[in-house]
């Protein structure tokens, strides 16, 4: 773990929903695991009251600082109750009145991961369908781990990890946590490469095994340096001809944990989020990290 990730490690977003306690519970077993310190975040938006227009509480409101403290109360309480006191990371709260997405944002510049909930409780109590999430997908400065609230059920511990691979730098790195968390899991790596981003059709005078072989080859390029790096890791390679989201989302399934990068072999410089992460991420049941590229 970097110098710049030890301020925070391992930090976790919390708001007092579902998805939330398993981003609290996924994140501790990942702290316990890589005896990394864990810090529990909530940010409080600030109120805007109706007169003068647009001022803002200058402190946070007792009701709110009361909820807020519930919302860090019942998330160290399950932090707790995932692993027991004595197997607990080191655990550090902040409590911050500000609004919430460009604090993790910014945040996330001293962690070595951000781990939030798949959706989340607006300001008024009510769920937020991945807005958060969303916005560190596109923006965040570390892995961003999402989470949903039935990943516990959903994976299995012995199940495999799963890692997306296009050649690009962003999969590069995907490929390098993706090698490390299967190791310290003691599980088989899968990693999947799709040779084709489309569905493609038979045209006359071509011969798609030669696009199979070179899809061959640059998995078997991308994956040498990490299999000499990780030589405990069972690797199982995926060849696959089109749509790598469906391919992704349905090697999900049979996974304890998808690993990809932000942006695909398409992409460029300062380029939103890709589809590919931003649908597996939304869409599998199990915890997604999508990996920024170095």
Not at 56 to 82: C, F, G, N
Not at 121 to 149: D, K, N, Q, W, Y
Not at 182 to 210: C, Q, T, Y
Not at 229 to 245: E, I
Request: with cysteine.
């Amino acid at each position: 773990m970097s110098d710049s990730a030890t301020k925070y490690g391992i930090l976790v977003g919390v708001d007092g929903s579902a998805e939330s306690d398993a981003a609290v519970v996924w994140a501790t077993r990942e702290a316990v695991m890589r005896r990394a310190p864990i810090t529990l975040l909530h940010a409080v938006a600030p109120v805007v009251v109706g007169w003068p227009v647009g001022q803002l509480y200058a402190e946070m409101p007792h009701w709110q600082e009361d909820r807020a403290r519930q919302v860090i109360d019942q998330a160290r309480k399950t932090l707790t109750a995932s692993v027991g006191a004595a197997e607990s990371p080191k655990v550090r709260t902040e409590l911050v009145y500000a609004n919430v997405v460009p604090t993790l944002i910014d945040a996330s510049q001293q962690a070595w991961m951000i781990v939030v909930g798949s959706q989340g409780m607006g300001a008024l109590g009510r769920l937020l369908l991945g807005s958060i999430s969303t916005a560190l997908l596109h923006h965040a400065h570390c892995p961003v781990a999402v989470i949903h609230a039935d990943a516990g059920t959903a994976a299995d511990s012995q199940a495999a990890v799963l890692v997306g691979i296009d050649g690009s730098p962003a999969s590069d790195a995907a490929a390098a946590l993706a090698f490390d968390e299967a190791s310290r899991r003691g599980v088989e790596l899968v990693a999947l490469h799709a040779w084709s981003d489309v569905g493609v059709f038979p045209v006359l005078g071509m011969d798609w095994r030669d696009r199979e072989r070179e899809g061959e080859e640059v998995l078997a390029e991308r994956l040498a340096g990490w299999q000499e790096q990780y030589p405990d890791v069972r690797v199982r390679r995926s060849l696959v001809c089109d749509k790598p989201a469906h391919w992704l989302l349905e090697g999900a399934e049979r996974a304890q944990l998808v690993v990809v990068g932000s942006r695909g072999r398409g992409g460029f410089p300062g380029m939103l989020l890709g589809s590919v992460s931003s649908a597996v991420a939304h869409s599998a049941k199990v915890p997604v990290i999508v990996v920024r590229p170095s």
